[in-house]
């Protein structure tokens, strides 16, 4: 493909005849909407129908992005953390209406000793950022964090609302799966799935692979951003800012050396087309069985819908989270079926899981927009999906 605007750009990859749609759409993210380097994968049933990539995997334009370049992918990486939890409760190890102080007894502190694993996995246990600062330096340092949240009161009362836990989620599942098996998710990840299923996604990245690394572009704040942030509540700031991260920090080999499972999950788009597909294939991978279908039913088992106390005015409906992940619900965030789920990075990557269609995508990229959730770039892209079908 050639342009004016991108003499140089090529798109490379395969899709289906019938998936024309996804590829146009991927064109004109790069055409119309600011693309820089990216990728999109998607599956139905077991069978790949799109595979593109293409654009650039550095600012400066002096990298193609390939086939197996690897990006940091954000929140998107919430959905693989919450595999490996319900991994757990599959095999009997975890179960979900427990008090999380049954696995982690200094968790009971600052009135969280009624706090279920289910809070956890659905933004509801009130602990969506810490109330003293916190920086980067110190969220690389898992037992301090760990030690932090342990620690704290909840901002809400738990249970009784979603407010996202940017952040503090990774290491809230983490730390109940690092008491249970002895590792951290990151390691427990590679040993129970990706590794044993050749999917290319770690949570951090090994030096030895950041040589495949794109580096992540931020979006351009804007010119009042910090008058905007002085008016957010105490939770927001919270969660988004304590500590304010973005491209910077997650280029950094501190941020890839360290073990962040809500947020610095490393992967290529097929990689994570395929994890989400597990979901869309009720706990398959090929024929290979990861979860019971009942398992990854459970998943998007929602736990009531509400204004994010977070996120809540940048969606138009309610929203509801599932056990891990959110479901698409009225907004329509994965698609017309309300009952699919999904998680999106911030800046744009996106995970989805469709069921009923059995469907499942897998979308990634380094230039961050402004975005926490439903990138125009993304949605673009399932809106072609959905009307290749």
């Known amino acids: ?11 490379e990859g395969h899709s289906d005849e019938r998936f024309t749609a996804v590829r146009d759409a991927f064109e004109a993210n790069f055409r119309e909407r600011g693309e820089l380097g990216a990728a999109v994968s998607v599956r139905v049933g077991d069978e790949v129908v799109v595979d593109l990539w293409g654009g650039w ?26 595999l490996c939890a319900h991994l757990l409760v599959d095999r009997g190890l975890l179960d979900l209406d427990a008090p999380v102080a049954a696995y982690w007894p200094e968790f009971a502190a600052g009135g969280k000793s009624a706090v279920l694993v289910r809070h956890l996995l659905s933004h509801r246990a009130g602990l969506a950022g810490l109330r003293e ?46 008491r249970i098996t002895g590792v951290l998710p990151g390691e427990f990840l590679q040993q129970e799935i990706t590794g044993p299923l050749g999917i290319d ?17 931020h979006a351009q704040d804007p010119a009042d951003g910090a008058s905007l942030m002085a008016q957010l509540p105490p939770v ?70 509400c204004r994010d106390l977070v996120l809540g005015a940048g969606f138009a409906q309610d929203t509801e989270v599932g056990l ?49 959730a439903d990138d125009p770039r993304k949605m673009a892209l399932i809106e072609a999906v959905y009307s290749s079908l």
């Open 133 to 178: 600062p916190h920086s980067a330096a110190q969220l690389y340092d898992w037992k301090l964090t760990t030690a932090r949240l342990a620690a704290m009161e909840p901002w809400w009362e738990p249970g009784t609302q979603s407010g996202y836990h940017a952040l503090t989620y990774g290491f809230l599942i983490g730390e109940v799966i690092r």
């Open 324 to 372: 891990g992940l959110w479901l698409s619900g009225g907004n329509a965030s994965y698609g017309p079926n309300p009952r699919a789920l999904g998680h999106d990075g911030f800046g744009g990557s996106c995970g989805l899981a469709d069921p009923e269609a059995d469907l499942s995508l897998g979308y990634v990229m380094n230039r961050m927009g402004p975005h926490i």
């Open 1 to 11: 493909m050639e342009d004016s605007a991108f003499p140089a750009l090529r798109i």
């Open 57 to 82: 995997a550095d600012p400066g334009r002096t990298r193609p992005w390939e086939r197996d370049t690897l990006v940091n992918v954000w929140s998107t990486t919430k959905g693989p953390t919450a």
């Open 236 to 305: 927001v700031l919270a969660a988004l800012a304590n500590p304010a991260v973005g491209a910077a920090e997650a280029n950094s080999s501190e941020w890839r050396a360290a073990e962040i499972p809500a947020a610095n999950g490393h992967g290529t788009a097929r990689a994570v087309c395929a994890l989400y597909g597990i979901l869309a294939r009720r706990g398959l991978c090929g024929d290979r069985r990861v979860l019971s279908p009942e398992a990854a039913e459970r998943v998007r088992e929602g736990q009531g819908a």
């Open 201 to 217: 996604f770690t949570i951090g990245l090994p030096e030895k692979e950041s040589a495949r690394a794109a580096e992540l572009v």
